[in-house]
């Protein structure tokens, strides 16, 4: 029987990517890390995932590019990135000096783009992961990726060959099956898969009979989102042999044991960062003693333990 008193073994693995433990900060939420320094302790994150980035610079969708919804927040950003020029001399020498493992978000409007951009990365040095963002709904081809098994194997197979990184695959719930793409990401090698990027949705100001993302559409994410997300993580763990970074609308640490009963070895917190940057924190504090009540003594042993009601 595991000693109450004793600290558990927060460590994870999730194929070739080794983390400190399972709380790790989701693109687009934490900006590129430097400015929570003094906020935040980096060195103790499971890992960072800076904004995603793209070939070349983007200015984005226009405004307004987000607005609050219920229990939720809608995002049409569009990717806004100055370039994989612009990392690598401004961004990637401070990231690449933090303990914390470094999980670099790249998108693009082709497999090779997502095949360029990974062989670029791999020849810098510093980079624990690929992140593929093949689930954006708020640029064109956005989701193309992430919502065909056969493409979404092209795209990561193609990464997976051009680099020795591991691969992460970031998914959209916006398909019929979630389960299809993730064993689509499996087949071509994915070290793990992110489930899930953000619902599609939008908000209108009916006085003006407008939308009110400039975008009009945009990506829903936050507590709004968790059961749909909470559910994928159940059902693709229960029939892909994949480890998961489960996200969405984690905020506290019920949210974090839930998606790690699901079947996700780590988790990303996105949305919780903008109103409370020390959410990380206490929830990498507050972890050990919750499986200690569970009487394990590693996060491992209480991943995918969700019974099902169903006989």
């Known amino acids: 029987m595991t ?12 194929g070739r990517l080794t983390l400190p433990n399972p709380i790790l900060v989701a693109s ?54 100055d370039g994989i020029d612009a990392f690598i001399s401004h961004h990637l020498p401070y990231l690449s000096k933090q303990s914390a493992p470094l999980i670099v978000s790249i998108a693009g409007s082709s497999a090779d783009d997502y095949v360029s951009l990974a062989s670029r ?26 919502s065909n098994p056969a493409l979404c194997e092209q795209v990561v197979r193609g990464v997976r060959n051009s680099c020795d990184i591991p691969v992460l695959a970031k ?11 993730a064993d689509g990401a499996a087949q071509g090698g994915a070290d793990a898969v992110c489930l899930t990027n953000t619902l599609l949705g939008m ?27 909470l559910r994928c993580v159940f059902q693709v763990a229960r029939a892909v042999d ?18 790690l009963v699901a079947g996700a070895s780590a988790v990303q917190i996105g949305t919780a960062n903008y109103y409370d940057p020390t959410i ?24 995918g333990t969700v019974t099902s009601n169903k006989s």
């Open 3 to 14: 000693n109450p008193s004793a600290t558990p073994n927060l460590q994870v693995q999730l």
């Open 28 to 81: 687009g939420t934490f900006g590129y890390a430097r400015e929570m320094e003094g906020i935040v302790d980096l060195s103790l994150l499971g890992g960072i995932v800076p904004k995603t980035i793209t070939t070349e610079m983007r200015v984005g969708n226009a405004p307004h590019r987000t607005v609050e919804t219920s229990s939720g927040l809608l995002n049409s950003i569009g990717l806004d990135n």
């Open 121 to 146: 990365l791999a020849e810098q040095g510093g980079i624990d992961a690929l992140e593929l963002n093949i689930s954006c709904p708020n640029v064109a081809h956005g989701v193309d990726f992430g």
């Open 171 to 181: 998914l959209t719930p916006n398909v019929t099956s979630v389960v299809e793409i």
């Open 203 to 229: 908000a209108i100001d009916w006085k003006k009979r407008q939308p009110i993302l400039g975008n009009d559409v945009g990506g829903l994410s936050g507590p709004a989102i968790k059961p749909v997300s």
């Open 242 to 259: 994949v480890p998961i970074i489960g996200i969405g609308g984690i905020a506290n640490l019920d949210d974090v044991m839930q998606f």
């Open 280 to 303: 990380s924190m206490k929830l990498i504090e507050q972890l050990p003693e919750a499986l200690n009540t569970l009487g394990v003594s590693t996060v491992t042993e209480v991943v």
